[in-house]
Every structure is written in C-alpha cells, then in structure tokens.
C-alpha cells in the first residue's frame, strides 16, 4: 500500500484516507474508559479498580514503560530495531543512582539519560557503521550492559553506608506536587462510592497529588515526540529513513546522521526511564530494577503501532494490570476478568463487520472461555496473577496485529550510495 508524502523539504501532511485522531476523540476515549471501570466496579464489587491509590501506581508503573518504547520508536523510525533498550534502561538505573546519590537527583537524572545516550551510541556504531545485526548487536549490548553495572556498584557502592554490591544508598527525592485545595475534596468523592461521580473523584485525585514533576516531564515528552517526528521538516526526514533510505539519500539527507541521531535519542529515552526506576520508583538503584520492562516498552511500541499515542495507551495498559497485580492480587484480577470478556466479544463484533472471520471467531472464542472463567470463579489463584501483565501484552498483540505496520526499512542492513 502506498501513502502519499509530500517533498522532503516541505511540511508534513497527514496521509489521504486516515482519519485523524482529534483531543476530542481521545478524551471521549478516556470518557468511556471510566465509564466502563464504574460499571466494572459496581458489578464486581472490587473497589480499588478505580481508586486514587490504583491510577497513581498505574502512572508510576507505565512511565518507565513508555520511556522505554519512546526509545524504541524514535529507533525504528529510522530503520533500527532496538532490541538494547534493557541494556540501556539498566545503565540508566545505576547512572540515576551514583550520580543522584553522589551528586543530587536531578543530577541522576542527567546521569541516567547519559549512560543510556551511551548505550544507544555503542549501537549506532555496532548497527550503522559496522552493518552488524540490529538483534545480535541489541542482545550483546543488554549482556554487556548487565555485567558492567554489576561491576560498576561493586566499585561505587562497596562500603558506601546503604549502599553494597547491589544497590546505591537511598537517593533524595525529586519535587512532587500536591494540590491540597483540590486533593482533599476529591477523596472524600472517592470515599462516598457515588457511581461514576467517585471514579472520576478518583482519576483526578490521582493527577494532583503526590505527582512526581518528573512523571509529568515524561510525559511531555510524548507530546514532543509526537510534535518533532509528525510535525517538523527534521522528524519528515528522519521518517524518511526509516522508509526508503536510497530514496531519501537522493533527495540530500545525511541517512546515517539521521540514523545516529535516531538511535542515540533512543538510547537517552531509555536511560531516562531506567532512572525513573531508580528515582521515583525506588530511590536508588537496585539490581535487577528493570525486570524486562526494555522488552515490554518494545511490545508496548509494536502494539501502539510505532506512535506515541498508541504507544502510550499500550504503556498504561500494562503498567494498569501490573498495578492490579500487585494492589488487589487474585481477586481484583478476577473482576478485570469481566471487562476482558466484554472486550473480547466487542472486538469479535466488529473484527465481524470488518470481514475478519477468522479473527473475530478466534476473538470470540477467548470471550466465551473468560466469561466462563469469571463466572465459574470467585478468585485468580495467586500463581497466575504475576503472569496477567504478560499475558494480557501478548493477547493484546496477537489480536491486533492485523492492522500494524512497521517502518518499511526497519532493520534491514544499509550502506551509503546504496542502490536499496
């Protein structure tokens, strides 16, 4: 399928055909989504679905998330599949937690961006100049990544008071904002339980107290992201890349500046989610921080369909059922079952309508088998609650991988003056 761009040179415009997604639509979007969480709650009885404390843990669950698949975005839209981005989310943890302990934390922060900065350059260098495997380069670069920090706390925290071998000593907190005029008020909405009144008390009790100014920092960056890749000559060209290499290379563009560019910025971005890690989620380092969050911001980005938007509702989603997991355990998960099932048969309905036989039989199928699970049910067994995450990542992709479309050239090999 071809899409339609306009020179090189001159402003972006939307491809003809594609509907555009407007503030509008997204806050309608967000407008049924509570709706569905207050009707869930009532119907299930399972109370912190929507609570303050759930959607604020949420937050701190996605961001890094996010982070990490930003990172992978600005990677693939110029041709480079970021398969590092765990390597360099962990040297992001332990340069957020030297240099925040050492020096401060916004100077952790700093430090996370850089340490990752570098790990996107060693692979720019490894995938762009060297032509070496984007895959083979991403997993040796998250192996060397993992044992050079193991080596660089036993040197920098041994002997450290609260610190050791596997962890820097507590990091001071960054600035948090709290609106108690509007904080205070709006928990005791949440309290009274009020059908949907309650829920949206919740919601944005959630974005007025105790918000980290870096949650707010990331994101931003989304929007930027977004702004620079889709409404600059610079992000046009650098997506340009990502499409048809030879074709921009004739045109004038530095496609392996581009590339440079594209992967250290991805690099940075996963940096700074390890140190968002480290800073706001744990205050300081710690090994094994990063859990393989590098490699579900990478399926957060595939199922956001390399945009920051899709990318971001993707991030939430799994940072929302890792919260559930680990608040509510297996009978919160049990209510969410519901929702699951209701989702699985909407998306069969229309997946139907679309001509999608195949898909919205297999859709409908695994509503039927969730269905029978919630009501034959009262609880998720403790065992399983840990995998939901995971599972409802991998669902998520298999059902909607119809309609994704990958950067044309990402990861395919490229020599300047080449012909394709």
């Known amino acids: 399928m071809s899409v339609a761009t306009p020179p090189v040179g001159g402003a972006p415009t939307a491809p003809a055909g594609r509907s555009r997604v407007s503030f509008a639509k997204v806050l309608l979007g967000l407008a049924g989504l509570l709706v569905l969480l207050a009707v869930l709650r009532v119907v299930t009885g399972a109370d912190d679905l929507a609570s303050s404390g759930t959607l604020r843990a949420t937050l701190v669950a996605a961001v890094p998330i996010g982070l990490a698949g930003l990172g992978g975005l600005w990677a693939e839209r110029a041709g480079v599949v970021n398969i590092g981005l765990e390597g360099m989310m962990i040297l992001g943890t332990f340069g957020a937690g030297y240099f925040?302990?050492?020096?401060?934390?916004?100077?952790?922060?700093?430090?996370?961006?850089?340490?990752?900065?570098a790990g996107g350059l060693l692979h720019a260098i490894a995938t762009v100049l060297f032509g070496v495997d984007h895959i083979v380069s991403g997993v040796a670069i998250n192996i060397i990544s993992l044992g050079a920090v193991q080596y660089l706390a036993v040197l920098a925290f041994t002997g450290v008071p609260g610190g050791g071998q596997t962890q820097s000593p507590r990091v001071d907190d960054l600035p948090a904002i709290t609106i108690s005029a509007l904080a205070d008020p709006l928990?005791?909405?949440?309290?009274?339980?009020?059908?949907?009144?309650?829920?949206?008390?919740?919601?944005?009790?959630?974005?007025?107290?105790?918000?980290?100014?870096?949650?707010?920092?990331?994101?931003?960056?989304?929007?930027?992201?977004?702004?620079?890749?889709?409404r600059t000559r610079f992000g046009l060209r650098l997506r340009s890349v990502g499409e048809s290499p030879a074709a921009a290379e004739s045109l004038g563009i530095d496609v392996i500046r581009y590339k440079f560019v594209a992967v250290v910025t991805s690099g940075a971005f996963a940096g700074l989610a390890g140190g968002f890690l480290a800073l706001v989620a744990a205050n300081g380092f710690r090994d094994g921080q990063t859990g393989g969050r590098g490699y579900i911001g990478l399926a957060a980005m595939i199922f956001g369909n390399w945009r920051p938007g899709?990318?971001?509702?993707?991030?939430?989603?799994?940072?929302?059922?890792?919260?559930?997991?680990?608040?509510?355990?297996?009978?919160t998960i049990h209510g969410l079952l519901l929702l699951v099932a209701v989702g699985l048969v909407a998306l069969a309905i229309w997946q139907w309508r679309q001509h999608g036989r195949r898909s919205a039989l297999v859709a409908a199928l695994l509503g039927v088998v969730v269905a029978l699970w919630y009501f034959l049910t009262s609880s998720v067994p403790e065992d399983l609650t840990g995998m939901t995450p995971y599972l409802t990542t991998l669902l998520v992709l298999a059902l909607f991988s119809q309609r994704l479309r990958m950067p044309a050239a990402d990861g395919k090999p490229y020599r300047k003056g080449s012909a394709g």
């Open 100 to 117: 925040g302990y050492f020096y401060g934390p916004w100077q952790g922060v700093l430090g996370a961006i850089l340490l990752g900065a």
């Open 310 to 331: 899709g990318l971001l509702a993707g991030a939430g989603l799994f940072g929302y059922t890792d919260t559930l997991r680990l608040r509510g355990g297996g009978d």
């Open 187 to 230: 928990g005791d909405l949440e309290a009274r339980n009020w059908f949907l009144v309650s829920d949206a008390a919740a919601l944005l009790r959630a974005l007025v107290s105790n918000l980290s100014v870096l949650t707010l920092i990331s994101l931003a960056l989304f929007a930027l992201t977004w702004y620079v890749l889709w």
